[in-house]
């Protein structure tokens, strides 16, 4: 079974607007973590935000904020006032607490285009 | 200088080749792994590496053999290949293997082509 969930393979944005970005996860482990990554054309896969099972608060780093809704099992990414440079592939990932899981389970990405 | 250092960003090879990827951290971690990432599919998991002991072999076909030599180089070694292997592979290091919070740094990835 797919442990995380991305259904939007593709979005456009506006520059200076904000986007969300869904993902919802599947887990009967009570604790865990949630990160997202962002992938540009060059490949590399770049750490942004991550939010802890047990945070009581949404996590936020800089323009990205993370909006957990836990019992929905779901962390989306919103990214605000969009940049250009915000063009890309953008990973949800989850990393499950079962003893020695060294796991990180990927979603299959969404797609970012921002538009001038 | 990035964090984790992937060679050779591109790659073609033949089905009989024999090749190796190179990766290479410089963040002190004790945790590297390979991933392979695929068109229009989720990232896998094919190796974990911690303290250059294998933890993880996330049932990989025998063409592709890791090599941690030490805790700051990864390789896969790649032989008898077929197309569907096509892919980027990357690499990827964490503080430790375990624990919740620790996220992975990326290199740039290897695109690898089998012709």
């Known amino acids: 079974a797919q442990k995380i969930t991305q259904t939007q393979p593709g979005m456009f944005v506006q520059e200076k607007e904000a986007v969300t970005l869904d993902c919802t996860y599947d887990?009967?482990?009570?604790?865990?973590?949630l990160f997202w990554y962002k992938q540009p054309s060059s490949g590399e896969m770049i750490f942004l935000i991550y939010?802890?099972?047990?945070?009581?608060q949404n996590a936020t780093e800089g323009r990205y904020s993370l909006n957990f809704q836990k019992a929905r099992k779901s962390a989306n990414l919103v990214i605000s006032a969009s940049q250009l440079g915000d063009s890309a592939m953008y990973f949800c990932?989850?990393?499950?607490?079962?003893?020695?899981?060294?796991?990180?389970?990927f979603g299959a990405g969404t797609t970012v285009t921002v538009r001038a | 200088e990035t964090g984790v250092t992937q060679t050779p960003r591109h790659l073609v090879m033949g089905m009989t080749n024999k090749k190796s990827l190179k990766c290479e951290q410089h963040l002190g971690h004790n945790a590297m792994y390979w991933y392979k990432q695929s068109a229009k599919k989720p990232l896998e998991l094919m190796f974990v590496y911690s303290l250059e002991e294998r933890v993880e072999n996330n049932s990989v076909p025998s063409r592709f053999s890791p090599e941690c030599p030490n805790s700051s180089h990864l390789f896969l070694h790649l032989h008898t290949l077929q197309p569907e292997d096509s892919a980027l592979y990357l690499c990827?290091?964490?503080?430790?293997?375990?624990?919740?919070?620790?996220?992975?740094?990326f290199g740039e990835g290897s695109r690898l082509t089998v012709l």
């Open positions: 939010q802890g099972s047990y945070d009581q």
């Open positions: 990932a989850m990393r499950e607490n079962r003893g020695n899981d060294y796991k990180l389970s």
């Open positions: 990827a290091s964490s503080p430790e293997a375990s624990g919740l919070t620790g996220e992975l740094f």
């Open positions: 887990t009967s482990d009570p604790s865990y973590g």
